[in-house]
């Protein structure tokens, strides 16, 4: 034990260069994720300017500790990073299926504006054709109206259902059609969230008999609604507002007053003027 303690080097001074500081390394990662286009001798130089020197190797010994690649190798924005920068410009499409009481299944078409999350339903049927499905993409640009010059992408995925005249009608409108990974739900997941919306809130209270059915099944539209289900083939859902009301201080006197849509499968409520 003696021996041992004598040639024990635990408890005293490290030599050689210090260690960089987590927070560094976190200031170097986020540097490099947030500008794909710099290297590390890129990064150097603003962190340099930041009052952190620190020596090119070290930078790039710490973004290949972290699997990040050189800029040259480095892509742009990941799907995500793209999909928030863009929202303003994009709508996505994607059909969903329902049964009737009978076992029928039919077949709807959904498109969501990303930017406001507004839901237009344009039809249910049986047979989901092509010429179907442009006959729905013709009736969502008239829906659209001038909005329509604010939208610059559509995204959808690789169903055989939409065709190149599908694309030809937005694509008119200058337009890019944004084409999803096969198998990938994930890549239009604000639209496949919203249909499970709409099996949760709805179609799983409600008995399908025939195609006009669902038409009659969504609620109405209201501006106000916090609920995530649709408003209706052919009209808007939207959110709820992002400014919240001014408190009220009188609770004792207002009433709230509870308005039953679908037979109260699903309730909105206001305070009575």
């Known amino acids: 034990r003696f021996i041992a303690a004598k040639w024990d080097y635990s408890r005293r001074a490290r030599t050689g260069r210090p260690p960089t500081r987590a927070a560094l390394k976190k200031l170097i990662l986020q540097l490099a994720r947030e500008n794909a286009r710099w290297g590390h001798r890129r990064i150097q130089g603003e962190l340099a300017r930041l009052g952190h020197p620190i020596a090119a190797s070290t930078v790039w010994q710490i973004l290949h500790a972290a699997g990040i690649d050189p800029a040259p190798r480095r892509t742009g924005p990941t799907w995500r990073e793209f999909l928030t920068n863009q929202a303003e410009g994009i709508v996505a499409v994607d059909f969903f299926h329902l049964d009737t009481v009978l076992g029928r299944r039919l077949y709807a078409l959904a498109f969501l504006e990303h930017g406001t999350r507004r839901l237009h339903i344009t039809g249910v049927t049986a047979h989901p054709t092509r010429e179907w499905a442009v006959q729905q993409a013709r009736n969502v640009t008239t829906d659209l109206g001038t909005r329509m010059e604010s939208l610059r992408f559509l995204l959808r995925d690789r169903d055989d259902k939409y065709g190149p005249s599908f694309d030809a009608i937005f694509q008119a409108e200058e337009m890019e059609i944004l084409k999803s990974a096969p198998r990938a739900p994930r890549m ?14 709805v179609l799983d209270h409600v008995l399908i008999m025939t195609k006009t059915t669902p038409g009659r099944s ?11 289900a649709p408003t209706g083939p052919g009209t808007n859902y939207r959110p709820a507002p992002t400014s919240n009301p001014p ?4 609770l004792d006197t207002r009433k709230p007053v509870r308005t039953r849509v679908l037979g109260g499968v699903i309730n909105e409520y206001r305070y009575a003027a």
């Not at 239009?188 to 809130?201: F, K, L, P, T």
């Open 218 to 228: 969504w609620p109405p539209t209201s501006s106000t609604t916090t609920s995530t």
């Open 188 to 201: 239009n997941a604000h639209c496949e969230r919203i249909i499970g919306s709409i099996r949760r809130e």
């Open 247 to 250: 408190p009220l201080h009188n």
